[in-house]
């Protein structure tokens, strides 16, 4: 639990970096929808951005196991993917962004965000693991 | 140039966070939403470490009158709550619930080389373009977003 919240600290800190430094919020899913759609020098910015996070994805999958491997089929996987990617461009934002951004600053929109994908993804957590008995445990 | 770096600097520092706290496992994101089962509140514990540091963050240089450590102004919040924000926000919900993986830690995933993270990622690019597609490639300046703020 320390690790979680030394880690989480972790990313408030890139999130208060991000802010000061580059003047712009550190919402992933933001980030991530502006590089793929938006042209112009911003888009370097948020490209840089997830060059980093890939980057430590290849650190950490290389000498630890924080990292694993997906174990879901890929037919589910797409269909998740699909489904985070218009959900969090149509509510405007994901975890990060409402959730650690956005609460942050105490922002109403982003509590209701928060509450309403932490209700939902609750709800399909309890649907496919103990109703369907889809996902098993790893 | 310079802020290239400190963007990279920045997505570096996100991304060992995540891998730090364990938000890169599905595995751990499903026991936290798992609250009939064997939950797990370590995704809890990251928000509030988060959220600690980039709000007393945010009240100090908000406070700073001289300008010189930030603009001294919070970041922009949106009023409107509609059925955009509560429909968007539950759909990415349930792709959450059933992968266990929300934007960051998908990206951080990807360093794994796993085809499921690939497909993973590939997938959300698709249902981002296919929300905001359209009129998103017919904005010109790009430091603006073309959706609503968090």
Same mark, same amino acid.
């Given at each position: 639990? =320390?690790l979680?919240?030394?880690? @989480?600290? =972790?990313? @408030?800190?890139s999130a ?7 003047g %712009?919020?550190a919402?992933i899913?933001?980030?991530?929808s502006g590089?793929?759609l938006?042209r ?5 910015? %948020? ?13 950490f ?11 879901l ?7 998740? @993917?699909?489904l985070?990617?218009f959900g969090t %461009?149509?509510g ?12 942050? %600053?105490?922002s109403?929109?982003?509590l209701?965000?928060?509450l309403?994908f932490?209700?939902?993804?609750? =709800?399909t957590?309890?649907v ?8 098993v445990?790893s | ?9 920045c997505g ?6 995540l891998?730090?706290?364990g938000?890169? *496992?599905? +595995?751990?994101?499903i026991a936290f939403?798992d609250?009939?089962?064997?939950w797990?509140?370590?995704?809890a514990g990251v928000?509030?470490?988060?959220? +600690?540091?980039?709000?007393? !963050? ?7 009158? *001289?300008g010189t450590?930030?603009? &001294?102004?919070l970041p922009a ?5 509609? &059925?955009?924000?509560? #429909? &968007?926000a $539950?759909?990415?919900?349930?792709? !959450? ?7 960051g ?6 360093g794994?080389g796993?085809? #499921?993270?690939?497909?993973?990622v590939a +997938?959300?690019? $698709?249902?981002?373009v296919?929300r905001?597609?359209?009129s998103a !490639?017919?904005?010109? *300046?790009?430091?603006?977003r073309?959706t609503?703020l968090?």
């Amino acid at each position: 639990m =320390l690790l979680a919240i030394f880690g @989480g600290a =972790l990313i @408030g800190l890139s999130a208060s970096l991000y802010w000061s430094l580059n003047g %712009r919020i550190a919402g992933i899913s933001g980030i991530l929808s502006g590089a793929l759609l938006n042209r112009g020098s911003e888009r370097w910015l %948020r490209l840089s951005f997830l060059l980093g996070l890939v980057v430590s994805g290849v650190g950490f999958a290389s000498f630890t196991n924080r990292v694993p491997a997906p174990t879901l089929p890929l037919l589910p996987l797409a269909f998740a @993917g699909l489904l985070v990617g218009f959900g969090t %461009r149509m509510g405007g934002g994901c975890t990060s962004g409402h959730g650690v951004c956005g609460l942050s %600053r105490l922002s109403v929109r982003s509590l209701l965000a928060v509450l309403t994908f932490m209700v939902t993804g609750a =709800l399909t957590v309890f649907v496919l693991r103990h109703v369907l008995k889809l996902w098993v445990p790893s | 140039m310079k802020g290239l770096v400190t963007a990279l600097g920045c997505g570096l520092l996100f991304g060992v966070g995540l891998c730090l706290s364990g938000m890169t *496992d599905p +595995a751990n994101i499903i026991a936290f939403l798992d609250v009939s089962g064997k939950w797990s509140p370590n995704l809890a514990g990251v928000m509030l470490g988060a959220i +600690a540091v980039h709000a007393t !963050w945010l009240r100090l240089t908000a406070r700073s009158a *001289d300008g010189t450590a930030a603009t &001294g102004v919070l970041p922009a919040s949106g009023k409107r709550l509609d &059925g955009a924000l509560v #429909g &968007g926000a $539950a759909l990415f919900g349930v792709g !959450w619930g059933v992968s266990g993986y929300c934007p960051g830690p998908a990206l951080v995933a990807l360093g794994s080389g796993a085809a #499921g993270a690939l497909v993973f990622v590939a +997938a959300m690019a $698709a249902g981002m373009v296919l929300r905001e597609g359209r009129s998103a !490639w017919t904005i010109k *300046d790009s430091g603006r977003r073309s959706t609503s703020l968090p």
